[in-house]
């Protein structure tokens, strides 16, 4: 089992999570979508995480020759001015169910990159810990898929072995482990 945690204020961001071995194949067809809100299945279940190797979120670049954007069921809808632009965000975020972090709150300001339902994830990360860091970037406009992703680089992980370390702890860690 693994919690994550805030890089700056060190408070805990979930439950008690199972890693899951691959990102889920997920439908975001009409027909799969919420009928009140619209959102698509969440991409991870409910208690469990998956590490996305893939570059995802902002910031973005143009595609260039040979790099079109492809478009799957996770693919993010891009607002004016940014079509054809593709991911050079970090590797290796961690998605999470959007119920798992009931305690994050959205950032104010989300502009062009607020759809007609909700944050499409092309901002950076929109959701901010307790103490105000942004940690996370929810995308959940009825037109994208519905998933959050934790920044590797703002959270870090603490995983629960036999005998309450984790191998490969940094040094000075609290019987954990680092994520990216």
Same mark, same amino acid.
């Given at each position: 089992?693994?919690?994550?945690?805030?890089?700056?204020?060190?408070? +805990?961001?979930?439950? /008690?999570?199972?890693?899951?071995? +691959?990102? *889920?194949?997920? =439908?975001?067809?009409?027909? /799969?979508?919420?009928?009140?809100? #619209?959102?698509? &299945?969440s991409t991870v279940? %409910? $208690?469990?995480?998956?590490?996305?190797?893939? %570059?995802? #979120?902002? &910031?973005?670049?143009?595609?260039?020759?040979?790099?079109?954007?492809?478009?799957d069921d996770r =693919?993010?809808?891009? %607002? &004016? $001015?940014?079509?054809?632009?593709? =991911?050079?965000?970090p590797r290796d975020?961690?998605?999470? @169910?959007? /119920?798992?972090? &009931?305690?994050?709150?959205?950032?104010?300001?989300? $502009?062009?990159?607020? #759809?007609?339902?909700?944050?499409?994830?092309?901002?950076?990360?929109?959701?901010?810990? +307790?103490?105000?860091?942004?940690?996370?970037?929810?995308?959940?406009?009825?037109?994208?898929? @519905?998933?959050?992703?934790?920044? *590797?680089?703002?959270?870090? +992980?603490?995983?629960?072995?036999?005998?309450?370390? !984790?191998?490969? =702890?940094?040094?000075?860690?609290? !019987? #954990? !482990?680092? !994520?990216?």
């Open positions: 089992m693994t919690t994550f945690f805030c890089a700056r204020c060190a408070g +805990a961001l979930t439950p /008690d999570l199972r890693q899951l071995p +691959a990102v *889920p194949n997920v =439908s975001a067809h009409d027909e /799969d979508r919420d009928p009140n809100t #619209g959102l698509a &299945p279940p %409910p $208690g469990h995480y998956a590490i996305d190797p893939e %570059p995802w #979120g902002a &910031p973005f670049e143009p595609a260039g020759p040979g790099r079109g954007p492809g478009w =693919s993010l809808l891009m %607002p &004016p $001015g940014m079509d054809g632009m593709i =991911s050079a965000g975020t961690v998605i999470v @169910h959007p /119920d798992d972090l &009931p305690g994050l709150r959205q950032a104010a300001g989300l $502009g062009i990159h607020h #759809g007609c339902c909700g944050p499409l994830g092309t901002g950076g990360p929109n959701m901010a810990c +307790a103490c105000g860091r942004l940690v996370a970037t929810l995308t959940a406009d009825c037109m994208g898929p @519905h998933e959050l992703h934790l920044d *590797p680089r703002r959270v870090y +992980a603490y995983e629960e072995t036999v005998g309450g370390v !984790s191998p490969g =702890s940094p040094p000075g860690s609290p !019987s #954990g !482990s680092t !994520s990216g």
